[in-house]
């Protein structure tokens, strides 16, 4: 069986003719129209796609400091045809950081803590339209993002008279250097 095999390799390497090379590009032709049929097909279904963005929080209110958050991740599924996954995935270069304004933060105080939370769903909608192609959002985890806070006392300036500053003398300091070789 194993001589067979070889033999059968052997004789596939030998040059058979003109009648052989024409039917050798023949195969190669459909079997090229064949694999772009089927990428067709393959590439006009739509898709589910998870996207995980590194969340960085910009926008704190000025009199709070964020202390504490709930997650740095954002995950967002959407669903996409074919040709977007495959463009997406493979193509285009990915920039996963993601920069979530707190101004639209739901700020709540109880007990002398402070907390907020800001729902992702219109988060998930920006990150959406940046990526350039028709795609509808399917889930967006966490649903809500919550913070600890803590307010920032204002810090109080001192008044200083307005006084004119005493002459300065110039000082002048050298410094020698000296090469030991």
Same mark, same amino acid.
């Given at each position: 069986?194993?001589?067979?095999?070889?033999?059968?390799?052997?004789?596939?390497?030998?040059?058979?003719?003109?009648?052989?090379?024409?039917?050798?590009?023949?195969?190669?032709?459909?079997?090229?129209?064949?694999?772009?049929?089927?990428s067709?097909?393959?590439?006009?279904?739509?898709?589910?796609?998870?996207?995980?963005?590194?969340?960085?929080?910009?926008?704190?209110?000025?009199?709070?400091?964020?202390? @504490?958050?709930?997650?740095?991740?954002? /995950?967002?599924?959407?669903?996409?045809?074919?040709?977007? %996954?495959? $463009? #997406?995935? =493979?193509?285009?270069?990915?920039?996963?950081?993601?920069?979530?304004?707190?101004?639209?933060?739901?700020?709540?105080?109880?007990?002398?803590?402070?907390s @907020?939370?800001?729902?992702?769903?219109? /988060?998930?909608?920006?990150?959406?339209?940046?990526?350039? %192609?028709? $795609? #509808?959002? =399917?889930?967006?985890?966490?649903?809500?993002?919550?913070?600890?806070?803590?307010?920032?006392?204002?810090?109080?300036?001192?008044?200083?008279?307005?006084?004119?500053?005493?002459?300065?003398?110039?000082?002048?300091?050298?410094?020698?250097?000296?090469?030991?070789?």
């Amino acid at each position: 069986m194993k001589n067979g095999f070889i033999d059968l390799i052997g004789k596939a390497g030998k040059n058979r003719g003109d009648n052989f090379r024409s039917q050798l590009y023949v195969f190669i032709v459909c079997l090229l129209i064949s694999i772009f049929i089927w990428s067709l097909v393959r590439l006009s279904r739509d898709y589910f796609y998870t996207i995980n963005y590194r969340v960085h929080y910009t926008q704190v209110p000025s009199n709070l400091r964020l202390t @504490g958050f709930s997650d740095s991740v954002l /995950t967002l599924s959407i669903r996409l045809q074919g040709f977007d %996954f495959f $463009s #997406e995935e =493979f193509l285009r270069p990915r920039n996963l950081n993601y920069n979530v304004s707190l101004r639209k933060m739901k700020i709540h105080q109880a007990n002398g803590e402070i907390s @907020g939370y800001l729902p992702t769903y219109e /988060t998930g909608r920006e990150l959406t339209a940046r990526l350039n %192609f028709p $795609s #509808e959002i =399917f889930t967006v985890y966490p649903d809500t993002l919550f913070f600890e806070l803590e307010k920032v006392s204002p810090q109080k300036l001192q008044h200083i008279a307005s006084m004119p500053a005493p002459a300065l003398e110039p000082k002048t300091d050298s410094l020698k250097l000296q090469n030991t070789r």
